[in-house]
């Protein structure tokens, strides 16, 4: 962020502040930075939104991949994918009283992120008083695809968050 906020101001495009986005493997980097890593950033992250992103790497929520079976396959299995360092990972683990607002969507047949990650992360914003949207497509998997009206809400909740925390100026 040091070195976009450097290349932008000597364009002339001076950045105090951002919103910070992705999806999938990136939606897990946006919440991390967004959940974990903001306070020390240079530039002041408002808001977070992300889609399907896996913000929790216990082994019971990956069952998708066989991990949250109790073998010492399984458990070698999870320990070789995530390592014994879960907290680090795992998003929703950061999510405190200052966490920036946050729009999330998830398909609830979503296997490349297991569906299960993404209750570990609303009722941590839910617990923290956060103030954020959920989009749950009940017919869709990763790639968000079988639920076009709760798509369309999704983008439009980003939308409005955008005008509140980043309004142009």
């Known amino acids: 962020m040091p070195k976009v906020a450097e290349e932008a101001q000597r364009l002339g495009y001076p950045v105090d502040s951002m919103a910070i986005s992705g999806g999938s493997a990136d939606g897990t980097l946006a919440m991390l930075y967004a959940y ?3 306070a020390d950033s240079l530039v002041p992250v408002k808001m977070m939104f992300e889609a399907v992103g896996p913000s929790s790497f216990y ?3 990956w069952g998708a991949y066989g991990l949250d079976r109790d073998t010492a396959e399984s458990r070698k299995a999870a320990a070789g994918l995530f390592g014994e360092i879960i907290k680090p990972i795992s998003a929703f683990m950061w999510v405190d009283g200052n966490t920036v607002p946050s729009v999330i969507a998830y398909g609830a047949h979503g296997r490349v992120c297991p569906f299960e990650s993404a209750a570990h ?3 941590a914003l839910e617990k923290n008083n956060v103030d954020y949207r959920y989009f749950e497509m009940p017919h869709s998997g990763h790639g968000l ?3 076009d009206k709760i798509y369309e809400q999704y983008m439009k909740a980003v939308e409005e968050y955008l005008d509140r925390y980043m309004p142009v100026k």
């Open 145 to 147: 695809q079988n639920d």
């Open 36 to 38: 974990r890593d903001a």
């Open 59 to 61: 082994r019971s929520d």
């Open 121 to 123: 992360l609303a009722d």
